[in-house]
């Protein structure tokens, strides 16, 4: 967590937790509810972690986003603290999620000004350090940190200097973190030779065959659509079989991807879904439909998501209409 590096006085502190307001405190209570399905115990929880923001940060600084602070380290460390001394093993899936769900809120945030929360992902990352930690000889363990630390490798260049996101086909792979990835590289093929392996080792191969590839066109797309097909077989979730329908539009066209792309368009979970309309959009521009890659663009402007991210997609559908415009006067 990225603290101030003196300590606060009471009165800041204090400020600090005000400054939240009702609907910060609302988002912490939202997020905690759904990591502990029981909205008595995350009520529980958060009175505990602002009790604790009070002891902690006049002694260590208030923390840059007292938001995030409060939604991982208190939580997830709630969380983590009792399991650990009882029964780990037998709630390592409840655990497994928690740590999850919080690197991927900070990977992409749902909400907010910011695209990526850089305090949730480092709090994810060293919370799956501890379960390694725990239990290093579990394959899922070593799956889950193995695909955080891949997927974070490619931080330095997710974002460009406005803080927008940048796709993964344009980001420069130069400025990845090969230290964070040899370190997940080797874990990965540590989980996917391990008795046990599953849902989070068959992601962290994934993600090894992106981190492996020298651009987007050398990717082995093939082989990471036989990784999706696995990776069903033990989570057969729309999200997982769109992730499946890219990587088979990669590997044979974008027409095949676009077929299996609009085969999940009925899906309820996925309508609400912003990352499926733009995969939509982005292979509906491929194939040269610019009016029904528009619409998706619209649709996904219309779902929650990060400021930044809503700026992206502004610019992507502005570049799309005025392109078209261009074409027709061509014409």
């Known amino acids: 967590m990225t603290e101030s590096p003196e300590a606060s006085s009471a009165e800041q502190v204090h400020s600090a937790l005000d400054q939240l307001g009702p609907e910060g405190r609302a988002r912490v209570l939202a997020v905690t509810a759904r990591y502990f399905s029981d909205l008595d115990l995350a009520e529980e929880v958060v009175q505990e972690a602002m009790v604790q923001a009070?002891?902690?940060?006049?002694?260590?600084?208030?923390?840059?986003?007292?938001?995030?602070?409060?939604?991982?380290?208190?939580?997830?460390?709630?969380?983590?603290?009792?399991?650990?001394?009882?029964?780990?093993?037998?709630?390592?899936?409840?655990?497994?999620?928690?740590?999850?769900?919080?690197y991927a809120e900070g990977f992409a945030r749902s909400a907010g000004q910011d695209h990526i929360c850089d305090d949730m992902t480092a709090e994810a990352i060293r919370l799956a350090r501890v379960l390694r930690d725990l239990l290093p000889g579990s394959a899922e363990v070593t799956g889950l940190l193995a695909l955080l630390l891949l997927t974070q490798g490619r931080r330095p260049a997710r974002t460009d200097d406005a803080g927008r996101p940048v796709p993964l086909a344009e980001q420069?792979?130069?400025?990845?973190?090969?230290?964070?990835?040899?370190?997940?590289?080797?874990?990965?093929?540590?989980?996917?030779?391990?008795?046990?392996?599953?849902?989070?080792?068959?992601?962290?191969?994934?993600?090894?065959?992106?981190?492996?590839?020298?651009?987007?066109?050398?990717?082995?797309?093939?082989?990471?659509?036989?990784?999706?097909?696995?990776?069903?077989?033990?989570?057969?979730?729309?999200?997982?079989?769109?992730?499946?329908?890219?990587?088979?539009?990669?590997?044979?066209?974008?027409?095949?991807?676009?077929?299996?792309?609009?085969?999940?368009?009925?899906?309820?979970?996925?309508?609400?879904?912003?990352?499926?309309?733009?995969?939509?959009?982005?292979?509906?521009?491929?194939?040269?439909?610019?009016?029904?890659?528009?619409?998706?663009?619209?649709?996904?402007?219309?779902?929650?998501?990060?400021?930044?991210?809503?700026?992206?997609?502004?610019d992507l559908l502005t570049d799309l209409l005025t392109g078209s415009i261009g074409a027709q006067v061509s014409e």
């Open 172 to 314: 420069d792979r130069g400025r990845w973190d090969r230290v964070l990835i040899e370190e997940g590289l080797d874990l990965a093929q540590r989980a996917a030779s391990s008795a046990g392996a599953a849902s989070y080792a068959v992601q962290a191969a994934i993600a090894a065959v992106h981190a492996e590839a020298a651009d987007v066109e050398s990717t082995d797309w093939p082989q990471i659509a036989v990784l999706y097909r696995m990776l069903e077989s033990y989570d057969p979730s729309p999200v997982v079989r769109l992730g499946r329908a890219v990587a088979l539009g990669r590997a044979q066209g974008p027409r095949v991807g676009l077929e299996h792309v609009e085969d999940l368009a009925e899906e309820e979970a996925l309508q609400r879904y912003r990352p499926f309309h733009i995969a939509h959009a982005m292979t509906l521009e491929e194939v040269g439909d610019h009016e029904a890659a528009a619409a998706a663009y619209r649709r996904a402007l219309q779902l929650p998501g990060n400021a930044a991210e809503d700026a992206y997609l502004t």
């Open 54 to 102: 009070l002891r902690t940060w006049g002694k260590t600084g208030v923390p840059r986003v007292p938001e995030a602070w409060l939604t991982t380290a208190e939580v997830a460390h709630g969380l983590l603290v009792p399991v650990a001394t009882m029964q780990l093993r037998q709630r390592l899936a409840v655990v497994q999620r928690v740590v999850y769900v919080l």
